[in-house]
T-cell receptor, first 115, second 113 residues
Framework: GNSVTQMEGPVTLSEEAFLTINCTYTATGYPSLFWYVQYPGEGLQLLLKATKADDKGSNKGFEATYRKETTSFHLEKGSVQVSDSAVYFCALSFDPQGGSEKLVFGKGTKLTVNP | DTGVSQNPRHKITKRGQNVTFRCDPISEHNRLYWYRQTLGQGPEFLTYFQNEAQLEKSRLLSDRFSAERPKGSFSTLEIQRTEQGDSAMYLC???????????FGSGTRLTVV
């Protein structure tokens, strides 16, 4: 079946540190890949996405590259801020837009950034 | 538009009671999804509707669970004879099929005591 594996959390960093959250997937076929973010008390929000191999998704200083050869979609940010503290979910879908098929999520990684 | 609205935000119920949650999607969205998120896990798909038709149900959705979207607008998720294992965050999302991504609501947190 289709599945997503994320690095275990929680992750605690100091402000301006470099962030990497690992994500690998198993899928039959070629899915689109997504990172969602969940701030405390809020719904999940799409952070970025990539729809085919070697695509790079980026938003708000976060980046992730779709690597078919390693079946990975690692999330990175060069300099985190306190406001980035949230739970991050990697997900896959067989709809490039992400809204017309069910999403398969990883377990989530909680990030805390200290000032 | 105020986004996807879920009510109530929190529900505490005794084991064996029935509960019902409501989701109001973005008005022009024709697809509506329900997910369940337990502590330390990512959201898991339960079911989805296109307009009023329920097109897919997960095996997670036991016969104690029923979802409806009677007029293709709001949706309800009912759990009968609740069990402690039903304690979770129930998330609703809506989308416009083949036109874009999901918009998630803030969820309903259910605690069964």
């Amino acid at each position: 079946g289709n599945s997503v594996t994320q690095m275990e959390g929680p992750v605690t960093l100091s402000e301006e540190a470099f962030l990497t959250i690992n994500c690998t997937y198993t899928a039959t076929g070629y899915p689109s890949l997504f990172w969602y973010v969940q701030y405390p008390g809020e719904g999940l929000q799409l952070l970025l996405k990539a729809t085919k191999a070697d695509d790079k998704g980026s938003n708000k200083g976060f980046e992730a590259t779709y690597r078919k050869e390693t079946t990975s979609f690692h999330l990175e940010k060069g300099s985190v801020q306190v406001s980035d503290s949230a739970v991050y979910f990697c997900a896959l879908s067989f709809d490039p837009q992400g809204g017309s098929e069910k999403l398969v999520f990883g377990k989530g990684t909680k990030l805390t950034v200290n000032p | 538009d105020t986004g996807v609205s879920q009510n109530p935000r929190h529900k505490i119920t005794k084991r064996g009671q029935n509960v019902t949650f409501r989701c109001d999607p973005i008005s022009e969205h024709n697809r509506l999804y329900w997910y369940r998120q337990t502590l330390g896990q990512g959201p898991e798909f339960l079911t989805y509707f296109q307009n009023e038709a329920q097109l897919e149900k997960s095996r997670l959705l036991s016969d104690r669970f029923s979802a409806e979207r009677p007029k293709g607008s709001f949706s309800t998720l009912e759990i009968q004879r609740t069990e402690q294992g039903d304690s979770a965050m129930y998330l609703c999302a809506s989308s416009l099929a083949y036109r874009g991504g999901y918009t998630f609501g803030s969820g309903t947190r259910l605690t069964v005591v």
